[in-house]
């Protein structure tokens, strides 16, 4: 489990498949990881590249916590995030199993630019960009688009 930021920046435990060695560091996201490659697991590489270690989550939707599309929930230390995502409202709004900016760029956004993706979401909610959410990202996963793993500029 990780400690996430849900709706209203409450705290959450989301489930994850482990796909890093347990000498990872704690609470870091991966892009902020000197050379993640280090750290991922032959197993975790497979299941990421496929999008599988999200799965877990199902329960975290069946608890409440989590809907299938909405923000994706950021980690409790990603305080940039965190504060931009506030300037638009997303925090507002039950974070995502996918969501706006995963079928946006995902992994590939700078912060800033995520945020403001994720304000469009929580300003223009509604079922029916729900679903057109819910099917780019079916092509996202089965393109792999938008994972980086490592150090990024955001």
Known sequence: TQKRVGKGKTFFKIYKFRTMRTDTPHDMPTHMLENPDAFITSAGRFLRRTSLDELPQIFNIFLGQMSI?????????????????????????VPGL???????GRDELPIPVKAELDGYYAKNLSFALDVKIFFRTIGSVLHHEGVVEGKQDN
Do not use: I, S
């Not at 599309?69 to 709004?93: H, I, S, T």
């Open 98 to 104: 996918t969501g706006y900016a995963q079928v946006h």
């Open 69 to 93: 599309v909405g923000p994706r929930p950021a980690l409790w230390n990603q305080d940039d995030l965190v504060a931009e995502r506030d300037k638009y409202g997303a925090n507002d709004c």
